[in-house]
């Protein structure tokens, strides 16, 4: 249902996550997520902790699917001094190739407790079907 389109993702997360480097959007962080079947949806769960819904950005091209988000810094006054900080602030992106099975027409998003979660169903031609068999009625033996 899936397929990975950059094999050097998780090597990239891993830098950056040692580096402490923020995602900006010519180079965003990845994000991380689950993907199950669960009866005739496919499921995308993306840990978004701390950004609003408004800062999220979902788009659909053909079969690629791009999730972009931002989390931004909270606003401090001016007599705050920041003792640490290690949650990442920037842009945070996931872009997944959707297999041709899923109906990519009607994809539904919820945001609930920092947990985007996307719905993608089943298209209707790919699930399993039965096909009936048809009785031999009218059959002809050809004589020569």
């Known amino acids: 249902m899936l397929m990975r389109t950059d094999p050097?993702?998780?090597?990239?997360?891993?830098?950056?996550?040692?580096m402490g480097s923020?995602?900006?959007?010519?180079?965003?962080?990845?994000?991380?997520?689950?993907?199950?079947?669960e009866g005739d949806?496919?499921?995308?769960?993306?840990?978004l902790p701390g950004v609003s819904t408004d800062a999220i950005d979902?788009?659909?091209?053909?079969?690629?699917?791009?999730?972009?988000?931002?989390?931004?810094?909270i606003a401090k006054a001016d007599d705050v001094q920041m003792e640490?900080?290690?949650r990442p602030l920037g842009v945070f992106s996931r872009q997944?190739?959707?297999?041709?099975?899923?109906?990519?027409?009607?994809?539904?998003?919820?945001?609930e407790?920092?947990?985007?979660?996307?719905?993608i169903p089943i298209a209707e031609r790919a699930k399993p079907r039965k096909i009936a068999i048809g009785e031999g009625?009218?059959?002809?033996?050809?004589r020569s």
Do not use: C, H
């Open 96 to 111: 997944l190739m959707l297999a041709d099975t899923l109906d990519t027409e009607r994809i539904e998003a919820d945001y």
């Open 137 to 142: 009625a009218g059959r002809k033996q050809i």
């Open 113 to 119: 407790a920092g947990v985007l979660t996307l719905r």
């Open 8 to 18: 050097f993702r998780e090597l990239d997360r891993l830098t950056q996550q040692l």
């Open 41 to 47: 949806d496919y499921v995308i769960a993306l840990d």
């Open 58 to 73: 979902i788009d659909v091209e053909r079969n690629m699917l791009t999730v972009k988000a931002e989390r931004r810094p």
């Open 22 to 37: 923020s995602g900006t959007w010519s180079r965003p962080s990845t994000m991380p997520m689950d993907a199950y079947r």
């Open 84 to 86: 640490l900080s290690e």
